[in-house]
């Protein structure tokens, strides 16, 4: 699965889109964004791919049993007055969190 932290730019390094076995992984504590790249041939001046991967996921796989996401939320008049079954857009993954079925953690930023 591709995902990315939405807070950074595509161009900036963690704003990258990487493999990932979770969509919620940029939420999650152990996500490691790094460039795990390699050159096309043997010969070092040949041309560098970039790809993109948790670091994590690459050296030692998942972590068993999955971490908690702790998703961002904007501090707005509507997030204030939530209840449960509101839906809301995380800020760093993108997900559609639904408030109240304590699957997640989460942080408000203004």
């Not at 390699?38 to 970039?50: H, I, K, M, T, V």
Request: charged share 25%; proline share 6%.
């Amino acid at each position: 699965m591709k995902v990315r932290d939405r807070r950074y730019k595509i161009t900036q390094f963690k704003g990258h889109v990487i493999d990932c076995p979770y969509a919620d992984c940029p939420c999650l504590s152990c996500y490691n964004v790094q460039d795990c790249g390699y050159y096309l041939g043997s010969d070092p001046f040949e041309q560098w791919l970039e790809s993109f991967d948790c670091l994590t996921h690459v050296n030692h796989g998942c972590p068993d049993p999955k971490p908690q996401p702790n998703h961002l939320f904007r501090n707005t008049k509507r997030f204030q007055n939530r209840k449960a079954g509101d839906i809301f857009c995380c800020i760093r993954c993108g997900q559609l969190c639904k408030i109240g079925k304590g699957e997640f953690d989460f942080e408000i930023i203004n």
